[in-house]
């Protein structure tokens, strides 16, 4: 079974300040990885993906993570931040290659970007 | 396309009250999936079918819910009778098998039981 650990309940931040946030996950095989966004009252928006290839993949709305197998983690970050991605931010992974399976989520980390 | 269509947005009802919650997934997509969202416990996975099939209700917390799949572009989630710990938002979600599997989700129903 597959578990995701987003350390972080809740993250404070500046305006126009850089941001991680960071998830680590357990699996036995190799997963998918995955974060998506929800802001207030939405449903939750996928942000990037990773499948395989290059570790640094890039998303919607200026954010990039870094996937690094052997620290088993996926942080997510953006070098500025606004006002308007204060959100929750969900990371996921689901297994791969062996029958289908259900997308793994973390409990979620609030970004809370104040001016 | 217009994306995963959840209805209504709002429900509020009555303790003892039947909810009808609804779901169009995305054309094309052969999994859909029905969680609940709260504050307490977080995102959970209620069911998911493939193919209008269910094919793992572990999630359903009782037998006041059920969730059917008609055809590949319907899906209803039933609470009969409601209770107000069913207060939460629902969301809906689909995906294809293909590639990584990523879900698409709806804006989700918020439900409130009184």
């Known amino acids: 079974a597959q578990s995701v650990t987003q350390l972080d309940s809740q993250v404070p931040v500046f305006e126009e300040a850089p941001v991680e946030l960071r998830c680590n996950y357990s699996s036995s095989v190799s997963v998918y990885l995955f974060w998506y966004v929800q802001y207030p009252n939405q449903g939750l928006q996928l942000l990037l993906k990773?499948?395989?290839?290059?570790?640094l993949v890039k998303g919607i709305n200026g954010f990039e993570a870094e996937f690094n197998k052997s620290q088993t983690s996926f942080h997510l970050r953006k070098p500025s931040v606004h006002i308007s991605d204060t959100a929750e931010y969900f990371c996921a992974v689901r297994r791969m290659n062996s029958g289908y399976s259900t997308l793994t989520f973390g409990k979620g980390t609030m970004l809370l970007v104040s001016p | 396309d217009a994306g995963v269509i959840q209805s209504p947005r709002h429900e509020v009802t009555e303790m003892g009250q039947e909810v009808t919650l609804r779901c169009k997934p995305i054309s094309g997509h052969d999994y859909l999936f029905w969680y609940r969202q709260t504050m307490m416990r977080g995102l959970e996975l209620l069911i998911y079918?493939?193919?209008?099939?269910?094919?793992?209700d572990s999630g359903m917390p009782e037998d006041r819910f059920s969730a059917k799949m008609p055809n590949a572009s319907f899906s209803t989630l039933k609470i009969q009778p409601s209770e107000p710990r069913d207060s939460a938002v629902y969301f809906c979600a689909s995906s294809l098998h293909q590639g990584a599997g990523e879900q698409y989700f709806g804006p989700g129903t918020r439900l409130t039981v009184t």
């Open positions: 079918f493939n193919n209008n099939v269910p094919i793992d």
């Open positions: 990773y499948l395989s290839g290059s570790t």
